[in-house]
């Protein structure tokens, strides 16, 4: 897989540059750039990503704004993806409104799974092993889940969402919320964090891991036919075993990011919702959850207007 690489950070480091069979015939393709600032290996990747799920996502949406079922296995397996993921990771953590916020989570998965299965292939690498890539995206993650509660539940409620309610007397409530809710709201930012570095350190490692036992191969050149020969054999056997494992992960890596952002997400607009709900209670009192006489008292008032 990493035929082309100097070393085993080569193929996990971001690069003005692409390298191409440079153990061989040392091509290497510069990408315009000024001072440091331009077109990196890992941003045409990232295009190239985008280009791809666009390629595939667009004739297929036609076909179905159309009305027509998609035929064949191609089309079918792509339009299988995005209902596992709505059906058996939107709608179980997010609830009912699922479909409002589903399309966030196929574009985190595809493009987190074709920056994935990018790193596959020979030459070229993986942008979700850079850390700097996987902070960004779990910062849009970090936005989106505040974006989503506020525009539903409005900023009060989304803020009252991260402090826990608590039957205390006022003068001991407040300096105890003012302890929790940065807590609470410093969770959230954690959570996402932890989610950048679970993406890149699996990514990673499993391309250093195949890149290093690649290596092995250079470094008993000339050293004689059978060392070479047995070194040779089983770093490639090895590779390709590690392969398939890698390629698992690269799947498994996807999903946990959409799991995760639809599990945190649902998270916060259950409490939002908890607490919006609440402040309604507060103004409008429901005649269910009043005491015997106030119920009495809401049926003779209800009976006296109709009278009237």
Known sequence: MLFAAG?????????FD??????????????????????????????????????????????????????GLFWNLFEFILTFIRDYVAKPYIGEH??????????????????NLLGMIPWLGSPTAS?????????????????????????WNHL????????????MKVPILMMLWPIEFGGL???CFVLSVRLFANMFAGHIVLGTILLFIPMV??????????????????????????????FLQAFLFAFLT??????VLEHAEHAAHGHEHNHHPDPADAGPDDAHLHAKSESSGHAH
Request: hydrophobic fraction near 55%; include cysteine.
């Open 7 to 15: 070393s085993a950070l080569d193929h996990v480091m971001d690069a």
């Open 221 to 250: 050149k000339n050293t004689g036919l059978a060392l070479e020969s047995t070194v040779t054999f089983a770093s490639v056997a090895g590779v390709l075993a590690l392969s398939f494992l890698e390629l698992f992960v690269a």
């Open 189 to 191: 930012m954690l959570k």
């Open 18 to 71: 692409l390298h191409i069979l440079d153990e061989f015939v040392h091509l290497s393709i510069p990408l315009p750039n000024y001072h440091g600032y331009g077109l990196s290996k890992y941003s045409l990747l990232m295009l190239l990503a985008g280009g791809l799920i666009l390629w595939i996502y667009l004739p297929l949406a036609k076909k179905i704004q159309t009305g027509a079922a998609p035929t």
């Open 160 to 171: 009252k969402a991260f402090a826990p309610h608590l039957e205390l007397p006022i003068f």
């Open 131 to 155: 850390f700097t890539i996987t902070s960004v995206l779990a910062a849009s993650v970090f936005v989106f889940i505040h974006a989503m509660s506020i525009m539903r539940f409005g900023v």
């Open 98 to 115: 699922a479909d409002e916020y589903v399309h966030y989570l196929w574009t985190a998965f595809l493009f987190v799974l074709t920056c």
């Open 262 to 267: 639809a599990l945190f997400l649902g998270g």
